[in-house]
Nanobody, 123 residues
Framework: VQLQASGGGLVQAGDSLRLSCAASGRTFRRYAMSWFRQAPGKEREFVAAISWSGDSTYYADSVKGRITISRDNAQNRVYLQMNSLKPEDTAVYYC?????????????????WGQGTQVTVSS
């Protein structure tokens, strides 16, 4: 599975962005998908995850209520809608695929990773 993240950019606090992750391979619909992010000098952290069917989602406490993960299995894509962005959301955002169908917040369970897309939020 190859993943390609896009949609990042430079925005102001309070703005919105929609990240997209395009996946190759016919088995995309079997995988749980997630978004992680990594700010300079910090470890990569979990942001959101979605099960293979889209029925289950999980969010980090820091983004609950502002960020929504979704997927389109017909288009082999997963999205991250980010609203009310804050400067502390500034990071490189990575999409990842797990061989498990159930969503998980555990980074080590995600086998495939995209190259990341930069999100910068100015105050």
């Amino acid at each position: 599975v190859q993943l390609q993240a896009s949609g990042g950019g430079l925005v102001q606090a309070g703005d919105s962005l929609r990240l997209s992750c395009a996946a190759s391979g016919r088995t995309f619909r079997r995988y749980a998908m997630s978004w992680f992010r990594q700010a300079p000098g910090k470890e990569r952290e979990f942001v959101a995850a979605i099960s293979w069917s889209g029925d289950s989602t999980y969010y980090a406490d820091s983004v609950k209520g502002r960020i929504t993960i979704s997927r389109d299995n017909a288009q082999n894509r997963v999205y991250l809608q980010m609203n009310s962005l804050k400067p502390e959301d500034t990071a490189v955002y990575y999409c990842a695929a797990s061989l498990l169908g159930s969503a998980t917040t555990t980074r080590d369970l995600y086998r495939y990773w995209g190259q990341g897309t930069q999100v910068t939020v100015s105050s």
